[in-house]
């Protein structure tokens, strides 16, 4: 100590609004940091879609950058042919991946955006078509940026206000990746590991390696390595034998998409997780901003499942380890009833059961929350 959080950012913007998207291609690690330009709207679906760029704020970040690129790269010289390129562009993007909330909040946010800065019924003036898209792609920048920022105060929100529920000298089990590397700033599940250690607590952290894409092991422990936290991996069956040994006094994960009950979407395996720690007594944490909530929807049977390719299971170390022709099922993400859920940690303060009414009480409009724990 001090210990000090080397990141890698997951994404960035290059330049002015002629500028690209900078994304680290997350399949490559850790063997390999390579920084990706993304200069097209396809491309940053294809960057979401693939998993370069994951985790449920970053593919917001990165799909609101994504506006821009289109706004930047079309060809449309009138205003209803620039309407209807950025509706599509924005469909594209948002079909990218269907779990994480945060990917439709952040394009519904720039489509807020566009239609100030380029209301409905503005017409491009002739010869002036250029100048005035470049206005509209440098608006849609800065709200980009924006959401950013404000991802980032999120997490560091998030981070201090889930300190204060750890005690030094604990084991904390996480699964999948909720940190810088799935954000625009620290992390959600793993802000709160990275703030405690920051204060001055022994934390330790058992890293599920999280099947089949082994976010937990190839992503989870090479950052929270560089961050300099104690970290141990173990295969997902180890977790069982892992919290039954007394080895884990708390469990925090991260969130897809929240439901107005409490419901909560994370990666596959996630709901398992919940039900082990409640079966020993451990105490079972989400951490995700309000961004990751839906209160359009009133459970976790509404919320969209990804279903990914087979080959995602039946390959792996780049050879096929399942016989040809075998089905499988893959499903990204499962639904953790809220009842299994000791607490969300948001960036407004810790919600508690019962959540319906607490969720409502956190994020009824108006409401900014309790200012996170100072550090002292
Ligand atoms: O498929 P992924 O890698 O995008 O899944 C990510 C997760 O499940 C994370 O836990 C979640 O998005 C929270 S990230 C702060």
Redesign the pocket.
Known sequence: LPRKLDRVPAIGWVGGPDGHAAVLD?TLLPGKVKVLRVTGHEAMRDAIRR?AV??????GIAAAYGVVLAARRTRARSAARFRSAMARAIARLESA?P??V?LSWALRRMERKLEDLFPGARELEAGREDAALREVAAGLLAEARAIHAEDEAL?EAIGRHGAALLRSGWNVLT?????AL??GGS????AVVYSAAADGKDIKVFADE?RP?L?GAR?TSWELRRGGIDVTLICDGAAASVIASGKVQCVV????RIARNGDT????G?YGLAVLAREHGVPFYV???GT?FDLGIGSGSEIPI?E?PADEVARSFGKRTAPEGVAVYNP??DVTPARYITGIITERGVIRPPYTKNIARAFRPGVRGRSPPRRT
């Open positions: 997350q998993l994951r985790g449920a704020p970053a593919i991946r779990t994480a945060n997490c699964h999948c990746n909720a940190g799935a954000t992390g959600t599940a793993l999280t894409l976010q992503l994960v991260g969130a897809d979407a994370n990666k596959i996630t951490a995700a901003p990751t990804e990914r990204a993400f």
